[in-house]
Structure formats: structure tokens, C-alpha cells
Nanobody
Framework: VQLQASGGGLVQAGGSLRLSCAVS????????LAWFRQAPGKEREFVAA????????SYADSVKGRFTISRDKAKNSAYLQMTSLKPEDTAVYYC?????????????????WGQGTLVTVSS
């Protein structure tokens, strides 16, 4: 499985961005795609996850109500719509996938990772 993240950039606080994650290669009948982020000097943290088959979602408390994860099966792509962005959302955002049945926020369960895309939110 190959993942290609894109869509990062510089945005002012309160603005919006949409990240994309293109999925290619071998896939599984049941898998979960997630977004993680890592800010400078901090640990990588979970942002959101979606079940590829059923579409159920999960979010970190810090982004609930502001971020929306979705997927387009026809395009083999997942998205992270980010609104009301804050300076603390500044990070490199990674998409990850794993042959999972249940959503999980633990990065150790995701076997495949994209290269990351930088989101910078200015105050």
C-alpha cells in the first residue's frame, strides 16, 4: 500500500485547508485510514480515523467539531477538511493505513504511512 499526502500550506488562524491522501497498491477488504500529526519537538499524535468500508469515524478531542475526515472509494482517496485552524494545529500531517476492523488512535497499529505534508497556521 502506498499513501501520498498533499494539500498542506500556510494559512492564517481561523482559515481552512483540505488535505488529501491518495491510496494505491494492494488494499484489504477491511482497513482503516487515519491522519496523524507531529509538531516540532512533540510526539506524533492521532487526529482522525475512518473505516474505509463502513465510513465510521473517530476524532481527537482537540479537533472535534473543526476537522472532518472522509473518503472517496471511487477515487481511492481520503481527505481531512480542517476549519477554524489554530496556530497549535501547525504540524506535519501524515496519513496512515492499516488492515484493521476497528478504529484506533494508536499509531503502532498502522502499517503504512505517507510522507507527510506541512500545515502552518499563522496567528
Amino acid at each position: 500500500v502506498q499513501l501520498q499526502a498533499s494539500g498542506g500550506g500556510l494559512v492564517q488562524a481561523g482559515g481552512s485547508l483540505r488535505l488529501s491522501c491518495a491510496v494505491s497498491g494492494r488494499t484489504f477488504s477491511s482497513y482503516v485510514l487515519a491522519w496523524f500529526r507531529q509538531a516540532p519537538g512533540k510526539e506524533r499524535e492521532f487526529v482522525a480515523a475512518i473505516s474505509w468500508s463502513g465510513g465510521s469515524t473517530s476524532y481527537a478531542d482537540s479537533v472535534k467539531g473543526r476537522f472532518t475526515i472522509s473518503r472517496d472509494k471511487a477515487k481511492n482517496s481520503a481527505y481531512l477538511q480542517m476549519t477554524s485552524l489554530k496556530p497549535e494545529d501547525t504540524a506535519v500531517y501524515y496519513c496512515a493505513a492499516g488492515p484493521l476492523v476497528h478504529l484506533t488512535s494508536s499509531s503502532s497499529f498502522y502499517d503504512y504511512w505517507g510522507q507527510g505534508t506541512l500545515v502552518t497556521v499563522s496567528s
